[in-house]
């Protein structure tokens, strides 16, 4: 069995960046006793010009938004990770995640006001991915505490540094360390861009 946990973030109002969003995902694997046996951890950003390459209906109204890239998260985990006849459990602290996929049949307002939402999740659907495995997607409540969906949020929301991200969490395995760990990233990205400013004064 597999437990997923992926959350997303999404700002297009940083004039200093063309990365407007980024995804977390945490991947827990578990063996036919129900025992952890391996966690997986991964971070991405995304520029307009990554996620209008996504979109069918690439208009920024429609396509630039946080609901996207929620979306985006749990496609994405899919894409990273190769799952086969496996049992799956998705988290997410995106409400409409969970009614799209238990009551799809309530989403038709949600579907005509965001018609690339609309697209990914048949195209999920009709994926082997979907077809592939047995696939349960549930709501968690957000900043509750709960430790794999707080990694998950961390993750999505400090992808200026990817690497960073994923190496941070796997060096503060206590979430009340990830106060720390948001401040060290955060401090890291300011001394790459104090020396890309300056190499661009030489240059």
């Not at 409400?95 to 990914?120: A, D, G």
Request: hydrophobic share 40%; proline share 1%; aromatic share 14%.
């Amino acid at each position: 069995m597999v437990k997923i946990y992926v959350d997303a973030s999404f700002n297009d109002a940083n004039p200093n960046t063309n990365i407007i969003g980024g995804v977390g995902i945490v991947v827990l694997h578990y063996d036919y006793m129900g025992n952890m046996i391996n966690e997986e951890y991964y971070a991405k950003r995304y520029t307009k010009k990554d996620i209008l390459a996504l979109m069918d209906f690439k208009v920024n109204k429609l396509s630039l938004k946080n609901s996207i890239l929620e979306f985006i998260a749990l496609f994405e985990c899919f894409n990273l990770c190769e799952f086969h006849n496996e049992e799956i459990i998705v988290y997410s602290d995106w409400n409409e995640i969970n009614k799209m996929f238990q009551f799809e049949y309530k989403c038709k307002s949600l579907f005509r006001r965001e018609p690339n939402l609309k697209s990914l999740f048949y195209s999920f659907k009709n994926s082997e991915h979907y077809l592939d495995n047995l696939i349960y997607v549930k709501h968690v409540k957000g900043h509750n505490q709960t430790h794999y969906n707080c990694v998950a949020d961390f993750l999505a929301n400090y992808w200026l540094d990817c690497k960073l991200a994923v190496k941070t969490v796997l060096d503060n395995t206590d979430f009340q360390s990830l106060h720390n760990a948001k401040l060290n990233i955060y401090m890291a990205e300011n001394r790459r861009r104090k020396v890309r400013q300056s190499l661009k004064e030489i240059n």
